[in-house]
């Protein structure tokens, strides 16, 4: 099965992979291929550790494909074993950057309405079909600089909504694009939409040219300004209940307190 595809260069090493561009010989089409193989003598290194998170990558983006919208994200091709090693073949976005790239430039109005719009609608496409991201942020965003078409990549950490199942452990997302704490075990799927909303947020903020807040606030990145954050975190302390609201009364709370001070 490794013969049918030609590498191409190798784009990426985490810890459970390598990412690489191939080719397949026979049609000449180009694929994105993750396999799991990695140095052993990496003492971190687990490679049934690995496996298991290549193949829950794999059962997220069938279930996209099984639900009929994977060409909005990412499709998968083919999945194999060859020495023990786990490959997972899947669409190469030929020509997308991801959405903090400084190849996209888009400046008209216009441009940059269709991409938001888009955006949105993809989020409100995987809620539709209870599946939520949980690592919304610009990175996981690829965008075609000259169609504006998005697609929203890395499902290695979405989840599947599970009838009659109440709570659900989340395993993985960015702190800096929530103001939600999902460390804890055992979270409602009310939350991760909210987390997912609040994700898509500040991801819009910051292709929109207002880059996120930074904890040290030096004015070439902080434009969510520092009070925000402090009336964030002054109404969740204040606030019985705060953790049990949804995003949109969170934001209130703190709006009626911010214009308040």
């Not at 998005?150 to 702190?175: C, H, L, Q």
């Not at 991760?192 to 040219?209: P, S």
């Not at 030096?218 to 606030?239: A, G, I, L, M, P």
Request: aromatic share 10%.
């Amino acid at each position: 099965m490794n013969s049918k595809y030609k590498v191409i260069k190798q784009i990426g090493k985490g810890g459970f992979g390598i990412t690489k561009l191939v080719q397949d010989k026979k049609t000449g089409k180009k694929y994105i291929r993750k396999q799991t193989v990695m140095d052993k003598s990496d003492p971190n290194y687990d490679p049934q550790l690995a496996k298991a998170n290549m193949d829950y990558q794999v059962q997220m983006l069938k279930e996209l494909k099984k639900k009929g919208i994977c060409n909005k994200f990412i499709c998968p091709r083919e999945r194999y074993v060859v020495k023990g090693e786990t490959f997972f073949i899947m669409d190469y976005l030929e020509g997308y950057k991801d959405l903090d790239s400084k190849d996209v430039n888009i400046k008209s109005k216009k441009d940059k309405e269709k991409v938001c719009a888009d955006l949105i609608q993809s989020v409100e496409l995987l809620h539709r079909n209870d599946i939520v991201h949980t690592d919304l942020k610009p990175p996981n965003v690829m965008i075609n600089p000259k169609t504006k078409e998005v697609k929203i990549i890395d499902f290695g950490t979405a989840i599947k909504k599970v009838p009659k199942k109440r709570t659900y452990d989340v395993i993985g997302y960015s702190e800096d694009y929530t103001m939600m704490d999902l460390s804890k075990y055992s979270i409602s799927w009310t939350k991760l939409i909210d987390n997912d909303m609040l994700c898509l947020g500040l991801t819009l903020i910051e292709f929109l040219g207002a880059p996120r807040y930074s904890s040290d606030c030096s004015k070439s990145v902080c434009s969510v300004n520092k009070d925000f954050f402090e009336c964030y975190h002054h109404c969740k302390k204040v606030t019985r209940g705060f953790d049990k609201k949804n995003f949109l009364e969170v934001y209130q709370i703190m709006l009626n307190h911010y214009l308040g001070t």
